[in-house]
């Protein structure tokens, strides 16, 4: 089992930047993929970034393709989404997810982080 802690959210002006971190605990973490999923008020639960067990695979939202990276260091159990050029639009929950296999359904991920903030402001 994987437990997931969020964080690093917070208030940002557009064009801004933030860097999410997930901290996990659990023996499986290295051999989880990863993904960071977000939702908007009134708006579903979406896909926007994942990476590969090792690292060697990630995949991007195209809403954020070229200005969000998603990176991981199993070493700290930890897995990032730097997010850069932040729009208004860009405001939601973010969640990080970790599930056995890669992909950008949220029925791949398993085990899931309680969310954190994140506003852009125009």
């Known amino acids: 089992q994987v437990q997931l802690v969020e964080s690093g959210g917070g208030l940002v002006q557009a064009g801004g930047s933030l860097r999410l971190s997930c901290t996990a605990s659990g023996r499986t973490f290295a051999w989880s993929s990863l993904g960071w999923f977000r939702q908007a008020p009134g708006k579903e639960r979406e896909f926007v970034a994942t990476?590969?067990?090792?690292?060697?695979?990630?995949y991007y939202a195209d809403s954020v393709k070229g200005r969000f990276t998603i990176s991981r260091d199993n070493a700290k159990n930890t897995v990032y989404l730097q997010m850069n050029s932040l729009k208004p639009v860009d405001t939601a929950v973010y969640y990080c997810?970790?599930?056995?296999?890669?992909?950008?359904?949220?029925?791949?991920?398993?085990?899931w982080g309680q969310g954190t903030q994140v506003t852009v402001s125009s």
């Open positions: 997810a970790a599930g056995p296999t890669l992909g950008t359904n949220s029925g791949n991920y398993a085990y």
């Open positions: 990476i590969s067990s090792r690292g060697g695979s990630t």
